[in-house]
């Protein structure tokens, strides 16, 4: 059973930076994709980057050119580094491990909240 922790979540002023951090129980290696979604109350969940095993990235056009998603294979972590936070990016992040064959897993949530 592969348990996903996320971190780094807070509060933020409107501008500022945060890097979220997805720590994974075994090898981040073995999945095809790890990727970052979010939800805002009354929402539903949605994509916001994504990263594959060969190391494409994927992001969602609200967030391209302000959020880079990494991943350190050596640490099992998958990191989110937000920067130009925005008041819509206020949301819970949760952290998705896909490997080839399903289930996938999900992490808790870390809260991200960004102030005016």
């Known amino acids: 059973q592969v348990q996903l922790v996320e971190s780094g979540g807070g509060l933020v002023q409107a501008g500022g930076s945060l890097r979220l951090s997805c720590a994974a129980s075994g090898s981040i290696f073995s999945f095809n994709s790890v990727g970052w979604y979010r939800q805002a109350p009354g929402n539903r969940r949605d994509l916001v980057a994504s990263i594959t095993r060969d190391g494409y990235t994927d992001y969602a056009d609200s967030v391209k050119g302000r959020f880079t998603i990494s991943r350190d294979n050596a640490k099992n972590t998958v990191y989110l580094q937000m920067n130009s936070l925005k008041l819509e990016d206020t949301a819970v992040y949760y952290c998705?491990?896909?490997?080839?064959?399903?289930?996938?897993?999900w992490g808790r949530g870390t809260q991200v909240t960004v102030s005016s």
């Open positions: 998705n491990a896909r490997p080839s064959i399903p289930p996938y897993y």
